[in-house]
């Protein structure tokens, strides 16, 4: 809402038209996009200065699409068409922390598999492809409404992997 508050056009991707409707309501110009066949897509060979990408497979999705093959595709395909910068937002789940240890900007971000592994590969490529014009930010974890402990117990299918049962 800043930037479009400054006077700067904002533009943002989704896959599902109800999610394009939301967009649309907070005054965002929605625009859908499939991450499968996003090197395709004539969206991204339009001319953009800047593109934020941040996206998560969902419960059932791609995670080594999403995660690590797509952020370089969309990438590749913007950079064609005279994109400025390119903004991964990646997270500080790429920080193995073992024993509680703190961690900061200087910890060794080395993770070993899953979603983390995938986030850092990214982050990696597309560092060492494009130096200056490709930034990557790590959010921390995410609060809001369903993101306490205390509502995770509640639900059955987080009890039930507590338990080891999926």
């Known amino acids: 809402m ?31 996009l499939e991450l499968d066949n996003a090197g395709e897509s004539p969206l991204l060979g339009e001319k ?4 934020i990408y941040c996206a998560a497979p969902g419960r059932d999705g791609n995670e080594k699409l999403v995660l690590g093959e797509a952020p370089v595709t969309c990438r590749d395909r913007l950079r064609e068409s005279g994109l400025a910068r390119f903004v991964y937002v990646s997270s500080t789940g790429v920080y193995q922390q073992a024993g509680g240890e703190l961690l900061d900007e200087t910890s060794p971000a080395e993770p070993r598999e899953g979603r983390p592994l995938l986030l850092r590969e990214a982050e990696r490529r597309l560092l060492r492809e494009g130096a200056g014009e490709n930034i990557v930010v790590r959010l921390g974890g995410l ?8 509502e995770w117990l509640q639900r059955p299918g987080f009890r039930e992997r507590m338990r080891g049962g999926a």
């Open 2 to 32: 800043r930037l479009r508050d400054t006077g700067f056009e904002v533009s943002g991707t989704t896959r599902s038209e109800s999610r394009a409707e939301a967009l649309e309501n907070t005054g965002i110009t929605p625009l859908l």
């Open 143 to 150: 609060y809001g409404p369903g993101r306490s402990p205390v």
């Open 48 to 51: 953009w200065d800047t593109a």
